[in-house]
């Protein structure tokens, strides 16, 4: 069973640069069977979903904010990371990472994210000055 | 971007009840319709994936059904641990847009 703990600074200043990073236990990171992500949730508010990649770098990223996001993939750490750019009080929330079961679908030859099975306990970033 | 959509967006129950609660998407998804519980200060729990699905550990009280834009999740003989935010999620496409929630309370 996979375990995922996210760390990173929780008091971010208005135009920086947000990082937090996943570690993945019980599992490898390196397996095709997931897409590593991020999901986000202002105080009070729904779940956005972020960004996922995969461990061969295919990445899907959330077009809101993919010219603010870069996501990777360390596996010799076992972890996967989040950099948000430019940062105002709009990403202030509780950062999650998570890990979407990958789905191979055989008439397109392609693989993709699908249901968050695993996720973080999840990290308050406060952006303010 | 997939519009998903939730009604109601909040009910009370009673232990014993059987709740329903629905979600549409602004465009057909198929099956890839995902719902997770979330309690107060947690993380969400996933419940149900593609639509009708069972996550291995979900009490068999939970079930889901639909296809295309209209889903349901059905929560038969309410018990004191269910009360909590239920959002669905589609998985069709990214970005995999999730509903506004379902807050379920204690009548």
């Known amino acids: 069973q996979l375990h995922l703990q996210e760390s990173g600074p929780g008091l971010v200043k208005p135009s920086e640069t947000l990082s937090l990073t996943c570690t993945v236990s019980?599992?490898?990171?390196?397996?095709?069977?997931?897409?590593w992500g991020w999901i986000r949730q202002p105080p009070g508010k729904g779940l956005e979903w972020i960004a996922s990649m995969y461990y061969s770098g295919s990445t899907y990223h959330n077009p809101s904010l993919k010219s603010r996001v870069t996501i990777s993939v360390d596996t010799s750490k076992k972890q996967f990371s989040l950099k948000l750019t430019s940062v105002t009080a709009a990403d202030t929330a509780v950062y999650y990472c998570?890990?979407?079961?990958?789905?191979?679908?055989?008439?397109?030859?392609?693989?993709?994210?699908?249901?968050?099975?695993?996720w973080g306990q999840g990290t308050l970033v406060i952006v303010s000055s | 971007d997939i519009q998903m959509t939730q009604s109601p967006s909040s009910l009370s129950a009673s232990v014993g009840d059987r709740v329903t609660i629905t979600c549409r998407s602004s465009?057909?998804?198929?099956?890839?319709l995902n719902w997770y519980q979330q309690k107060p200060g947690k993380a969400p729990k996933l419940l149900i994936y593609a639509a009708s699905s069972l996550q291995s550990g979900v009490p068999s009280r939970f079930s889901g059904s639909g296809s295309a834009t209209d889903f349901t999740l059905t929560i038969n003989s309410l018990q004191p641990e269910d009360f909590a935010t239920y959002y669905c999620?589609?998985?069709?496409?990214?970005?995999?847009?999730f509903g506004p929630g379902t807050n379920v309370d204690i009548k």
């Open positions: 019980g599992g490898s990171i390196s397996s095709t069977s997931h897409f």
């Open positions: 465009q057909s998804i198929s099956s890839n």
């Open positions: 998570g890990s979407q079961l990958a789905y191979y679908d055989t008439l397109t030859n392609s693989v993709g994210p699908q249901q968050v099975d695993y």
């Open positions: 999620q589609q998985s069709y496409t990214p970005p995999f847009t």
